[in-house]
């Protein structure tokens, strides 16, 4: 992207970088430094908190990926929020290949494409939440109550309404049909 040279203040919105960069100029100097602005998906959610890593990756989605966290914030998280009154926790969102390949997930997940969040509320168990979700009749995809610790949830354009139970068996993780 070109910059102005021409003396004064001007914006510029990269959506590769998700940020706001301005530029001064001063004496056809430029001088552009990075203003960091939380992208709001929902009233309750920002794009941080699907995109936050411990890996220290770089894990920023790209167009299309953002235009599916954003309807996953938008159809089934917020309406979440909504009726359950508490703030809805992103462990793990969005997902980078780097990232994705760094925390040990499938190729094919749908944490790649922006479609899925793990996700956990204060004071209520995984599997009271996994019900509160198709009770609520959300349009979710996928819905994996995990281990007893936290629910995965996606989002698609064609929702499956696919239910499951993932639990350890033998050292390896199965997933039973069904909220059980």
């Known amino acids: 992207m070109a910059w102005p040279l021409e003396p004064g203040i001007g914006f510029a919105f990269s959506s590769r970088d998700l940020h706001v960069r ?42 299309a990926e953002l235009a599916a966290l954003q309807a996953l914030a938008t159809n089934v ?21 780097a990232v994705n390949r760094a925390v040990g997930g499938v190729a094919g997940s749908q944490h790649r494409s922006g479609q899925a969040a793990d996700i956990q509320v204060e004071g209520m168990s995984s ?13 979710f995809d996928q819905l994996i109550e995990e281990f007893g610790e936290w ?11 696919q239910q499951l139970t993932a639990v350890r068996r033998a050292g390896r993780t199965r997933y039973l049909h069904g909220l059980r």
């Open 22 to 63: 301005e530029v001064r100029t001063l004496h056809a100097w430029t001088i552009p430094f990075r203003v960091w602005l939380p992208m709001l998906l929902t009233p309750n959610f920002h794009l941080e908190e699907f995109t936050r890593t411990a890996t220290g990756l770089p894990n920023v989605p790209n167009r």
């Open 77 to 97: 998280l917020q309406p979440l929020r909504d009726s359950i009154g508490k703030p809805v926790y992103i462990t793990s969102g969005f997902r980078s290949a």
């Open 127 to 139: 599997m009271a939440l996994a019900r509160r979700i198709v009770t609520l009749q959300l349009p």
């Open 151 to 161: 629910v995965h949830v996606s989002h698609a354009p064609q929702p499956r309404r």
